[in-house]
Nanobody, 125 residues
Framework: QVPLVESGGGLVQAGGSLRLSCTAS????????LAWFRQTPGKEREFVAH?????????DYADSVKGRFTISKDNAKNTVYLQMNSLKHDETGVYYC?????????????????WGQGTQVTVSS
């Protein structure tokens, strides 16, 4: 088990910024990749961003967030961040971090073994 914990959500005005954090409660992530997903009202959980921190590091983003969101990892703190800028009202929802990818599709939330309880992001219009 990897006990993921998300934090950093809150209420922000449209155009504002938030930084989300994901930790494994002091443990290792047990994986070399992690993704952020979000679930907005009335929609299925959707991919937001992914990071891989191996000898071939990479980051991936949903088209809708490219240029506004940045995913990164602080190795010293063993924490993955999602910096979100220029937030939009329709990005209101619960944001989850997930790790332990089983399959090859980083954009499918059901391909990961572990996820946290999520953190609520509310963007006021």
């Amino acid at each position: 088990q990897v006990p993921l914990v998300e934090s950093g959500g809150g209420l922000v005005q449209a155009g504002g910024s938030l930084r989300l954090s994901c930790t494994a409660s002091g443990r290792s992530f047990g994986s070399y990749r992690l993704a952020w997903f979000r679930q907005t009202p009335g929609k299925e959980r959707e991919f937001v961003a992914h990071i891989r921190w191996t000898i071939f590091p990479r980051t991936d983003y949903a088209d809708s967030v490219k240029g506004r969101f940045t995913i990164s990892k602080d190795n010293a703190k063993n924490t993955v961040y999602l910096q979100m800028n220029s937030l939009k009202h329709d990005e209101t929802g619960v944001y989850y971090c997930e790790t332990g990818l089983r399959g090859g599709d980083i954009g499918r939330p059901d391909q990961y073994d572990y996820w946290g309880q999520g953190t609520q992001v509310t963007v006021s219009s």
